[in-house]
């Protein structure tokens, strides 16, 4: 049968505010960072990537901050929508080779 | 877009059996495929790493000799769960990149349920 899971980090926020989704990475040599976005039964998607020597990334509705001196990457939806219910994680690589996956946080848009 | 196609997306099979499945990049050329396992509610592990032409790369605790790849092409890798246990039940994921510093392009993911 199926393992038993951890239970997610779940962050809920009102539609229309902005949301702010954390992630602690392990590797300090680690030199390039994706987010993805995972709906229910479906692949990862790619939201948006930051490198180390950048702290900053803009998309659209989408930033990605990196805090290389306490090995932190956080994404900051704005204008949170419906659509963006999903699980994100956070991918960590050392020039790009094998990706190294957080553990994902559940985010709720509540209506 | 790049596109990365699976096939199956959903495969019941009884136990002991082997079960077989694709990993297509659409509209590119993969240089590298990589495959992800995940069982419910948690993050993708990542399996093995697989350039074309070349064998296989298993991560630690991964058994080659029970998931077998092959990366024929640079547009189809295929991952095979020889006699397949109830445990092997996950999401099977693949992810197809162009080789260097480059973005991953997932597939749907395909959903492996052992009897």
């Known amino acids: 049968g199926e393992s038993v899971g951890l239970h997610l980090p779940t962050l809920s926020v009102q539609e229309g505010d902005n949301s702010i989704i954390n992630c602690a990475y392990s590797?300090?040599?680690?030199?390039?960072f994706i987010w993805y976005k995972q709906e229910s039964g479906k692949g990862p998607q790619f939201i948006i990537d930051i490198r180390s020597n950048m702290d900053k990334r803009q998309g659209q509705r989408v930033t990605v901050l990196l805090n290389k001196t306490v090995k932190h990457l956080s994404l900051q939806i704005a204008a949170t929508q419906p659509g963006d219910s999903a699980v994100y994680f956070c991918a960590e690589s050392i020039y790009g080779q094998n990706f190294v996956f957080g553990p994902g946080t559940r985010l709720s848009v509540l209506p | 877009g790049a596109v990365v196609s699976q096939h199956p997306s959903w495969v019941i099979c009884k136990s002991g059996t082997s079960v077989k499945i694709e990993c297509r990049s659409l509209?590119?050329?993969?240089?590298?495929m990589f495959w992800y396992r995940q069982f419910p509610k948690q993050s993708l592990m990542l399996m093995a790493t697989?350039?074309?032409?070349?064998?296989?790369?298993?991560e630690q605790g991964v058994e080659k000799d029970k998931f077998l790849i092959n990366h024929a092409s640079l547009t189809l890798s295929t991952l095979t769960v020889t006699s397949a246990h109830p445990e092997d039940s996950s999401f099977y994921i693949c992810s197809a990149s162009e080789g260097g510093a480059g973005e991953q392009y997932f597939g749907p993911g395909t959903r492996l349920t052992v009897t």
């Open positions: 509209d590119f050329q993969a240089t590298t």
């Open positions: 697989s350039n074309e032409g070349s064998k296989a790369t298993y």
């Open positions: 590797n300090s040599a680690s030199d390039y």
